[in-house]
Structures are given as C-alpha cells and as structure tokens.
C-alpha cells in the first residue's frame, strides 16, 4: 500500500505563509493525482487543491490565488506552498492520492492561523 507523511504544519499569524510537504512511499505504481483537503470541526472534508501527474492543477475558490501546489514526480512528493492565509484557513490538512484504482490518505497535519 501507499503510505503518505505530511509536514510543514504549525501556527501562524494572519497574513503569513507555510509550506506543507507530503512524501509517498511504498507500493507506488501509477499516480494520477496528488493534492490536499482540510477539515474544520462540524465541516466536511473539502478539497483545497489538486495536481495531476501532468501538471494540471486545480484549487477551491476559497484559496484560488493564495494558494500554490506542485508536485515532484521523481520523489513522489506534493508541495502546498500557502501565503496570505486567513484564520478561516485553520483546520487539519490532509495529503491525498490518487492511483488508478485507489485513494490514499494522510493522517492530517493541523494549521492555524491566528494572531
């Protein structure tokens, strides 16, 4: 199976940036996409943003412009490089991938963004 480790997680104030890292390993065959959701208490998981193995991206609205997301293809990494951020972007962001035939996912790493 898949494994995925995230890092880059932690507090910050309104206004400022993190880079979250997730790094797959294990029986990795054909990727189709990797990307990140989040999750607040009481909410759905929702998506944040996307990259197929190509290189075609999408983003929530909620992010479109704050938010960057680029993938290694070699070292099977996704990067989500956020600026600007904004208390409502608290919440635990999970890494996400996509074979061909199945979904993986991270065990979560917490941001908040607060002052």
């Known amino acids: 199976q898949v494994q995925l480790v995230e890092s880059g997680g932690g507090l910050v104030q309104p206004g400022g940036s993190l880079r979250l890292s997730c790094a797959a390993s294990?029986?990795?065959?054909?990727?189709?996409?990797m990307g990140w959701y989040r999750q607040t208490p009481g909410k759905q998981r929702e998506l944040v943003a996307t990259?197929?193995?190509?290189?075609?991206?999408n983003y929530a609205d909620s992010v479109k412009g704050r938010f960057t997301i680029s993938r290694d293809n070699a070292k099977n990494t996704v990067t989500l490089q956020m600026d600007s951020l904004k208390p409502e972007d608290t919440a635990v962001y999970y890494c996400?991938?996509?074979?061909?035939?199945?979904?993986?996912w991270g065990q979560g790493t917490q941001v908040t963004v607060s002052s």
């Open positions: 996400w991938y996509a074979s061909q035939t199945y979904v993986y």
């Open positions: 294990g029986s990795i065959f054909s990727n189709r996409a």
């Open positions: 990259i197929t193995r190509g290189g075609t991206t």
